[in-house]
C-alpha cells in the first residue's frame, strides 16, 4: 500500500534539433524508500521476485485495463531492511513512476535592463507514459488472486495515478501559460541553450503539480480505507476520482 512519497528527479536530458525545436525527456518518480534493488539487482533470496501475469488466472477486464494502461509489474518477496513498506510492516505497496516528454518551439527577449527574458512558448509535443510496480509481501493464491482486497486496493491505486485525466490536466497546465518571464544575472548570456533550460524549468514545476496531486489522492485513498482494510465510501471524493472518464 503505497505511502507518502517524495520526489526524486532521476533522469533528464535536454536535446536541440534542427531549427527553433526543442525536445526534452525527463523521468520523475515517487519513492518510499530506497530502490537500489532495482538499479543494481543482486543475485540472492532476499530480492523480489517478479509475478508472471501468465501465471495467474485471467483478469476481469477493468483490471486487464489497468494493467495495460498502467504498465504494470507485480512483484513480491522481502524488502531491504531500510524500505519504508518492510519499516512498517505493510503487506503490499504500489509505487508510480511518470516518463514524460515534450517539444517546444521558444521565442524570446532578453530585456538587460530589468534583468528578465520574456520567453513565449510553443508545446508541439507533450507526452506522458505511467508505469508502475506493486509490490506484494506474500501474494494471495493464484486461484483468487484478482478478487483479493488487497489486490484490488492497489489497483485502485493504480487507476488513481494511470487515470487519463492527470495527463490531461498536465497537457492543459503547460500550454495555458504561453509566456513566462524569469529573471536572470546581469552578466548572463541569454541564447538558446539558456532558454532551453528555463523552458524545462517551468515544465518540471509543472510535473511536479500533477504528481503531488497524484501523491495527495494515494495518501486520501489510504486514509478513507484504512490501506485497503475498508471499502471506498460511497459517494466520496475518492469515490469520484476513481471513476472511469467519462
Not at 492543459?172 to 548572463?188: D, E, H
Request: glycine share 6%; proline share 7%.
Amino acid at each position: 500500500m503505497a505511502l507518502a512519497g517524495r520526489f526524486c528527479l532521476l533522469a533528464g536530458r535536454f536535446c536541440l534539433l534542427a531549427g527553433m525545436f526543442l525536445v526534452a525527456t525527463g523521468h520523475l518518480s515517487f519513492l518510499t524508500g530506497s530502490r537500489g534493488w532495482a538499479e543494481s539487482p543482486q543475485p540472492n533470496s532476499n530480492a523480489p521476485q517478479p509475478i508472471k501475469i501468465s501465471s495467474l488466472p485471467k483478469p476481469p477486464d477493468e483490471i486487464a485495463e489497468q494493467l495495460r494502461a498502467g504498465k504494470v509489474h507485480l512483484i513480491t518477496g522481502k524488502q531491504p531492511a531500510d524500505h519504508v513498506a518492510n519499516q512498517r510492516g505493510l503487506d503490499a505497496e504500489t509505487d508510480f513512476e511518470i516518463n514524460f516528454s515534450y517539444r517546444c518551439q521558444p521565442q524570446w527577449q532578453h530585456d538587460a535592463a530589468q534583468g528578465t527574458v520574456r520567453i513565449r512558448m510553443n508545446f508541439t509535443r507533450i507526452q506522458w507514459e505511467p508505469k508502475h510496480t506493486i509490490w506484494f509481501r506474500n501474494p494471495p493464491p493464484g486461484s483468487r488472486f484478482w478478487q483479493d482486497t488487497l489486490v484490488r486496493h492497489e489497483f485502485d491505486h493504480v487507476r488513481l495515478s494511470a487515470d487519463p485525466r492527470m495527463k490531461k490536466q498536465f497537457i492543459q497546465m503547460l500550454r495555458a501559460k504561453r509566456v513566462i518571464t524569469p529573471s536572470v544575472k546581469t552578466n548572463q548570456v541569454v541564447n538558446r541553450a539558456l532558454v532551453d533550460s528555463l523552458v524545462g524549468e517551468y515544465v518540471t514545476s509543472v510535473f511536479r503539480e500533477v504528481t503531488e496531486l497524484i501523491n495527495i489522492r494515494y495518501l486520501e485513498l489510504d486514509r478513507v480505507t484504512r490501506h485497503g482494510r475498508q471499502p471506498v465510501p460511497q459517494e466520496s471524493t475518492v469515490e469520484q476520482w476513481l471513476k472511469p472518464k467519462s
